[in-house]
C-alpha cells in the first residue's frame, strides 16, 4: 500500500483491521479444530461453535456491504472495471467455501470427526480469504482510489452501521482494538465501546480457543 495507514480515511482503516482480524482469526480456528480433533473438550467444542457462527456472519456482512453499497457506487462513478470484477468474483468464490465451512462448524460436538474436517476447511479458508484481502487492499489503493473520496468512505461507514446484526455492535470495536497497534487506532469505531467490552469479548475467544488464543 503506497498510503500510511494513518493517512487513510477511518473508514478505510476500519476494513484493513477487519481483514487483519478475520485472518487471525481462522488461524485460531483451525489450530483450534486441529487440537480438538485430538484431544476432545465438549465445553469447548460449543464455545468455538458459537464463536464461528459469529465470525462468519462478520464475514458474510463485510462483504455484503461490500457487493451491496461500495461496488455499485464505485460502478457509477466510473471505476475500473477489471478491478470491480475481480472483487465481485472473488466474493462469489468465497460464499461458497464460507457456508461448507459454516455448515460443518455446527456440527461440532455432535459427530466424530467434525473437528478434524473443520480444521481442513478452515485452511482453506484461512489462505482464500486472504488472498482476497490482499487483492482488495491493493485495488483500493491502486485502480479504484481515483473514485474512492471521503464521501464513498462515509456513506459505507453508515451503511455497515445500520446493516450490522444488533450483537456486533459491541463486539466489532472490542475486536478491531485488539488487532490495533498504537498507532491504527483510528480505524477502531467507538473507542469507549471498544474499551468496555475488552474483557467481554475476550472472555469468549478465550473460552473458544483456549491456548490457542
Known sequence: MSQSFATLHSAHQTMLLAHRAMVRDLDRVARTAEQLAKSPNPEQAVALREYVDRLFQVIEHHHEGEDEFLWPRLRRLGADEE????????????????????????????ASGVEAELARLTKGVREQLSEHAGDEERELSGRLAPVLGKQIWRGFATHMRKTAPSWTLKFMPAWLSSVAGSGERGGVPAPPVAALFRRWLEKRQRAAFGENY
Do not use: F, I
Open 83 to 110: 478491478a470491480l470484477t475481480l472483487m465481485t468474483t472473488e466474493h462469489d468464490e468465497l460464499s461458497k467455501v464460507l457456508h461448507s465451512w459454516h455448515d460443518v462448524s455446527r456440527r461440532l460436538g455432535t
